[in-house]
């Protein structure tokens, strides 16, 4: 489980499936699931462009 | 919650009902306190592992998600810690990647913030009808309520700084975050205060 939760955790995923919600969080029930870690130089520009924030 | 940053303290204490370790990672706002509690023990032992690491000079990023705990000090001083439920150590890119998505998150909890501030009241309709956007009506609501006044700039400063250190202007993030934030303690305590000012709440 360590090991899973180093490799997973703060990382971006994507996936496909069934959420169960309550009251105690999400259950996600995953037919598909990858990673979905984009461009950051990219994304970050996107972020400084969508909201016009420039040093 | 979940916050993520580097260490920059981490210590073990022995209470009555067992070890307690507690910590802080500081990420371009600043410090994010936590602790972990007899309640999880299957923490404990790479509890010490890391406690060990980090007094030997060891500096490393961290992840965190768990419960926020609040509580006021006896001098009336507001503070908010978690409770840590799991972590992991991460790597840069993991960080930026945290950064960048934050600091789009916070851009837009901003924006929502100028809109309400700009609505006739502070009532759900008054802040719909002003553009807020609608999982953020009820939040925005009670902290204009609790608050007043408030200005973010201090929270502005904090995304800058977060962009830039994802773009990968700083060589090492644990230097980054140990010389960086002096700018952005600096401009949080003055929001802080002219916060507490206006509520008589104290930092």
Not at chain 1, 6 to 25: E, N, P
């Amino acid at each position: 489980m360590a090991d899973l939760r180093s490799k997973m955790l703060g990382r971006k995923y994507t996936f496909t499936g069934r959420a169960m919600i309550d009251g105690q969080g999400a259950l996600l029930m995953a037919d598909s699931f990858k990673s979905s870690e984009t461009d950051l130089a990219e994304t970050a520009n996107e972020v400084r462009e969508k909201w016009g924030v420039f040093a | 919650m979940y916050v993520a940053g580097v260490i920059e303290r981490l210590e073990r204490r022995d209470t009555e009902r067992g070890p307690m370790f507690s910590g802080a990672v500081r990420d371009p706002t600043g410090l994010h306190l936590w602790s972990v509690g007899s309640f999880r023990p299957e923490l404990h032992i790479e509890m010490e592992e890391l406690v060990a690491k980090f007094e030997s000079g060891d500096r490393f990023l961290m992840a965190c998600i768990g419960k926020s705990n609040h509580y006021t000090t006896e001098d009336g001083g507001f503070r908010c810690r978690m409770q840590m439920e799991d972590y992991a150590i991460i790597d840069r890119d993991t960080y930026a990647g945290w950064l960048v998505e934050t600091a789009d998150h916070t851009m837009r909890r901003i924006d929502a913030l100028g809109k309400a501030q700009s609505a006739e009241s502070t009532d759900a309709n008054a802040l719909r009808d002003a553009g807020v956007p609608k999982d953020l009506i009820d939040g925005l609501g009670l902290a204009m309520n609790h608050y007043g006044e408030w200005d973010p700039e201090g929270y502005k400063v904090g995304v800058l700084q977060a962009l830039s250190a994802a773009e990968g202007r700083v060589v090492s993030f644990e230097e980054h975050e140990a010389n960086e934030t002096l700018g952005a303690r600096w401009c949080a305590r003055q929001c802080f205060r002219a916060s507490s000012r206006r509520t008589g709440n104290r930092f």
